[in-house]
C-alpha cells in the first residue's frame, strides 16, 4: 500500500506577535507542555537575564540557569546541572548561543525544548541543529526540533538592530541554496525533498520581496517566519540543504580563515548569497539581492566589513572545503584565484550600477 502522507517534525506551538512573552507561562500549560510548572530557564547574561525578572513570576516553580556562553563546553555543563532535576521542560531564554546550548542540553537528558529567542539574527532558532563552539573551532549537532517557539516582536524591536539585519542575510540566503540544491540534482542526481525546497525557498522569498523594513513590524513579523519554516524545512529534508549552499561555504570560509576578524553570521551569508547568484548567471537576481541586503543595511562588497578584494578570493577559493560532500556552484566551477578575481570584478560593477 502507498504512503498517502508524512508526519512533518514541527513546533508544536509557534507564537510570533507582539506581547507573546507574557503569554508564555499560559502557552507552557495551555499546550500541555509543563503540568507541574516544573521548567529549567536557560539565560544569557545579557538580554535574558533582564527578562528574568519580567517573567519569573509567572514561573514560579522554574529554577533558573545563567549560561556563560556558546561552547559544547558549557553546553554539557548545562545538561550536567539540570539532570536531578524532574523537569518537565527546558526554556532557552535568549540568544542563539543560549537558544544552541539549551537545544543540546535538553536533548542530552531527554526533554523537549521551548526556545524563547530575544533576536532574530539567524534561522538556527527552529532548526535541528546545535552550533557550538569546541577544540576544534566550531560542530554542528543534531538535536531535536523545539516543541514551541515564542517570539515576542517587543523584544525583537529592542534587540541592537544588526541582530535583526543579520537574520535578513540569513533568510534571504535560502534563494541561493535551494538554486544549489537544484543544480546538484541536475549535474549529480541529488534527490531533493520538493516540501523542503518550496518552504525555504518561499521564506526566503517573503523576505526578499516585502518592502518594509527593520523598524515595522508587519516586517518583523515576516522574518521571525521565514526564520521559522526554515528550521522547519531543515527538519523536513533532515539536513540544512535548504538553507545553506555555496552562501554557507563563503560564510564559514570567513570564519575558519579569519576568526577574529569574521562579521556576522547573516552578513556573511548574504554576502555570499548574492555571490554566488552571479556566479550562477542569475545577474538580475543578485543585481536584485544586493539592492535589497543594502536597503537594509546588509554588505554586499567584502570592503563593507572590512576584507580586501584578494582576501575575498582567498575566501570563496577556500570555501568549498568547509563542507566535503556538498556541491555548489563553487564546486561545479572550480574555480581558481585569479578567475575569482575576474569575476568579482565584474560583480562589483553590477551591483554598484
Not at 552550533?131 to 541592537?160: F, H, K, M, Q
Not at 541582530?163 to 540566503?173: E, K, Q
Not at 550562477?280 to 536584485?288: D, L, V
Amino acid at each position: 500500500m502507498p504512503v498517502l502522507t508524512r508526519l512533518i517534525p514541527s513546533p508544536v506551538v509557534v507564537d510570533i506577535r507582539s506581547g507573546a512573552l507574557d503569554d508564555l507561562a499560559g502557552v507552557l500549560s495551555d499546550e500541555r507542555i509543563s503540568h507541574s510548572g516544573k521548567l529549567a530557564v536557560a539565560v544569557s547574561g545579557g538580554s535574558g537575564a533582564k527578562l528574568r525578572e519580567r517573567i519569573a513570576p509567572d514561573l514560579p516553580g522554574a529554577t533558573w540557569y545563567e549560561v556563560g556562553g556558546g561552547t559544547l563546553d558549557d553546553a554539557i555543563e548545562l545538561a550536567g546541572a539540570m539532570k536531578a532535576g524532574h523537569y518537565d521542560a527546558v526554556v532557552g531564554l535568549g540568544g542563539g548561543k543560549i537558544i544552541d546550548c539549551a537545544k543540546f542540553a535538553a536533548a542530552r537528558v531527554g526533554l523537549p525544548l521551548v526556545a524563547v529567542p530575544t533576536n532574530l539574527a539567524h534561522d538556527g532558532l527552529c532548526s535541528p541543529v546545535a552550533t557550538l563552539d569546541n577544540d576544534a573551532g566550531r560542530g554542528s549537532y543534531g538535536v531535536p526540533n523545539p516543541i514551541a517557539v515564542v517570539i515576542d516582536l517587543d523584544v525583537i524591536r529592542e534587540a541592537p538592530a544588526r541582530f535583526v539585519r543579520s537574520g535578513i542575510g540569513d533568510a534571504v540566503s535560502n534563494i541561493s541554496a535551494i538554486a544549489d540544491w537544484e543544480l546538484a540534482n541536475r549535474v549529480n542526481g541529488e534527490r531533493i525533498d520538493g516540501l523542503a525546497a518550496a518552504m525555504a525557498r518561499q521564506a526566503g522569498e517573503a523576505v526578499l520581496r516585502h518592502p518594509g523594513g527593520i523598524g515595522d513590524n508587519s516586517f518583523l513579523q515576516v522574518l521571525a517566519e521565514a526564520l521559522v519554516l526554515s528550521g522547519v524545512a531543515m527538519s523536513v529534508s533532515g539536513d540544512s540543504r535548504p538553507s545553506s549552499g555555496a552562501c554557507h561555504e563563503i560564510n564559514h570560509a570567513f570564519d575558519l580563515l579569519f576568526p577574529k576578524r569574521a562579521a556576522s553570521h547573516g552578513e556573511q551569508c548574504g554576502l555570499g548569497a548574492a555571490f554566488a547568484m552571479y556566479l550562477r548567471g542569475a545577474h538580475e537576481e543578485s543585481a536584485y539581492m544586493g539592492e535589497v541586503l543594502h536597503r537594509h543595511g546588509l554588505p554586499v562588497t567584502p570592503e563593507e566589513i572590512g576584507f580586501t578584494v584578494d582576501e575575498f578570493c582567498q575566501v570563496v577559493e577556500f570555501a568549498p572545503q568547509t563542507r566535503p560532500g556538498r556541491y555548489t556552484i563553487l564546486e561545479h566551477l572550480d574555480l581558481k584565484t585569479h578567475q575569482i578575481k575576474d569575476i568579482y570584478a565584474d560583480y562589483a560593477k553590477a551591483i554598484s550600477s
